[in-house]
């Protein structure tokens, strides 16, 4: 189990390694037209050497490269070009608050498409089943913004039974009250996760009801509910986290239009904003906080999965 | 081997394909799913290709005596704060969004394909090496991507888009086509094309390839529904096309914020258009894939 573990983290920090030069080298395609693309078409070459060596530009691509990583590596994240304070002042609390966001919106679609996997294999092929299926993936392509205008104008404005900004205006509102605003957000959010959830549960339950210990356990005299709850879900969740796992990504690029309807001062808000300010130190540093939740859930769901199934618990100690 | 064995097995394997698609065929026909999504597709490409004609004012058309007016008999879908019909910016916007998805994806799948089918067949170390630089790309979300590309080389452009969404679903695409090219390659076909002396493009593009093209085709219309997404979110987020272009994303963008005075038609539309395009291609990619797993 443990050299599967530093297996996977060893494969993991590769990634992260490799995305750190893909953002790096992508934001310095044109390197010298960065300052001019900042100060804008009316700077000076002054004005532009100027900036390049207080920003430390005009070094090698390749010192600047070795600087970055360095300095990231002990946590520093760099000064924002837009407002001249560190990136990490900024980037912290809005990723505090996305956070909030993205776990409630997780929070709810777990259990709920969970369910609505095993409900929909339990009545397979009747309406309530292919609605569950092709309406939770027909769902899951519309894209968030979508939904989000959509049930603004539905339960924001036409019956205004939620609030329409996902802030509350008081200063300090209770824990209820910022749940409550953060519904709709969250709704938008887990539509387009729900689909891929509740069809893989589906699919594993389906396979596990097949198998013969089941089929003998329900000779033994257990009920198909007592069956499913005690034998078939243990077995037909391990496919399940991979999924959420893999959808960790989508959540994490689901949050920039979600953010923007909502108004709502999360990651996903200063993404935005940095890439409209051409906020390059602050872009880089987003996109690879981005990346380093993704590989992490990543890694935990690898390590739970190898945990839950005995095939990989037995074989990688053996 | 000699080479009449593999003249044989060729040919078996021909007619296999044959009366396999065949099968497959008839099973598309009576998936009740797949005929909508097809019937949707197909207006929206009507209206690709001969948008200006059927929509019924110019799309920068402005009438200022009448803006923000609800549908009525003049305006079906009713007019924006501009004035412009909205009715007619969602038929001529069909256009940006879908010629975008469809060359994104068919770029991807040509990068991620050839990548996957080479990975496939060589194996060994630049197989991993590819894997490793491909899931590093998979561990940034497209919107972020996009939008970086987009800071870096400074302005939204539909090429620019397509090329950033081509590039990031290339890696999903060739892992598909190298799970299959793994399967593909120790097939008896393979060996006997080797006994031929055949080059090695001759053997991944001629002969690996066409038994691939089932879960290349489920791919790239998975992608397919992928790429209209990612284009309509771009589009919102004022990173996909030129602001002003006739295009479901900006639109949406440009009057949404007037729903809070109950102007929901700009916006309502428009989403409703991404909506319904972005679901017949998923009705469309699960019957092919139910059809091609049977």
């Known amino acids: ?318 | 081997m000699s080479a009449a064995d593999a003249e044989r097995i060729a040919a078996r394997s021909a007619e296999v394909g044959r009366v396999r698609r065949a099968e497959r065929l008839a099973l598309l026909r009576r998936n009740k799913a797949f005929i909508v999504g097809v019937a949707i597709l197909f207006v929206w490409l009507v209206c690709v290709a001969f948008g200006d004609l059927i929509a019924p004012y110019a799309v920068n058309e402005m009438d200022f005596e009448a803006t923000s007016m609800p549908p009525s008999a003049a305006h079906w879908f009713g007019t924006d704060s501009l004035g412009q019909d909205v009715l007619s910016r969602v038929i001529v916007g069909a256009r940006l969004i879908i010629v975008m998805s469809f060359s994104a994806t068919a770029l991807g799948t040509v990068v991620g394909a050839s990548l996957g089918l080479l990975a496939g067949y060589f194996k060994g170390r630049f197989d991993i090496a590819l894997m490793r630089v491909l899931e590093a790309i998979s561990a940034i979300p497209v919107i972020i991507v996009a939008l970086l590309a987009i800071a870096a080389l400074g302005g939204a452009s539909p090429v620019i888009t397509i090329a950033v969404i081509g590039f990031v679903f290339a890696p999903n695409i060739a892992r598909t086509v190298r799970a299959a090219t793994l399967g593909e390659a120790e097939m008896e076909y393979v060996a006997a094309a080797r006994l031929r002396a055949e080059r090695t493009p001759h053997i991944v593009f001629k002969e690996i390839l066409p038994n691939v093209m089932p879960p290349l085709i489920v791919e790239f219309t998975i992608r397919l529904g992928y790429a209209i997404f990612a284009v309509a979110t771009l589009s919102f987020l004022g990173a996909g096309v030129e602001s002003g272009s006739p295009d479901w994303g900006s639109q949406v963008a440009e009057t949404w914020s007037l729903i809070f005075a109950n102007v929901w038609w700009p916006t309502a539309f428009p989403a409703l258009a991404i909506a319904s395009l972005a679901v017949s291609i998923n009705l469309i990619s699960d019957a092919l894939l139910e059809a091609f797993e049977s």
């Open chain 1, 1 to 318: 189990m443990l050299t599967y573990f530093l297996k996977r983290l060893g494969l993991s920090v590769v990634t992260i390694f490799l995305v750190a030069c893909i953002v790096f080298f992508m934001t310095r395609i044109l390197p010298g037209n960065l300052a001019m693309r900042y100060l804008g078409k009316g700077a000076t070459p002054e004005q532009i050497v100027a900036w390049n060596s207080d920003n430390g530009f005009d070094r090698p691509l390749l010192v600047q490269f070795g600087d970055w990583v360095g300095t990231t590596l002990q946590g520093d994240l760099g000064t924002s070009l837009q407002y001249e304070t560190p990136v990490s002042e900024i980037l912290l609390p809005a990723i505090g608050y996305s956070a909030r966001l993205a776990g409630l919106a997780f929070l709810i679609i777990v259990p709920v498409g969970i369910a609505g996997g095993v409900y929909s294999a339990m009545r397979r092929a009747t309406w309530i089943d292919r609605f569950i299926t092709v309406g939770g993936l027909s769902a899951a392509v519309i894209p968030e913004f979508v939904w989000a205008v959509v049930l603004l104008l539905v339960f924001g404005v036409a019956l205004p039974w939620f609030p329409v900004t996902a802030f509350p205006d008081s200063e300090s509102p209770g824990f209820l009250a910022g749940v409550y605003h953060l519904i709709l957000p969250s709704i938008a959010l887990l539509l387009v996760l729900f689909g891929y959830v509740a069809r893989i549960t589906r699919a594993g339950v389906i396979e596990a009801l097949e198998s013969d210990y089941v089929r003998t356990a329900i000779m033994k005299g257990l009920t198909r509910r007592r069956a499913v709850t005690r034998h078939v879900l243990r077995n037909a969740l391990l496919p399940t986290i991979a999924v959420i796992a893999s959808q960790v990504p989508y959540l994490v690029g689901g949050l920039v239009s979600v953010e923007i309807v909502f108004a709502y001062p999360g990651f996903g808000s200063a993404l935005l904003a940095a890439v409209g300010a051409r906020d390059y130190s602050m872009l880089q540093s987003a996109v690879m906080v981005t990346s380093l939740v993704i590989v992490a859930f990543q890694l935990a769901a690898d390590m739970l999965f190898a945990a839950l199934n005995p095939r990989i618990r037995h074989k990688v100690t053996a």
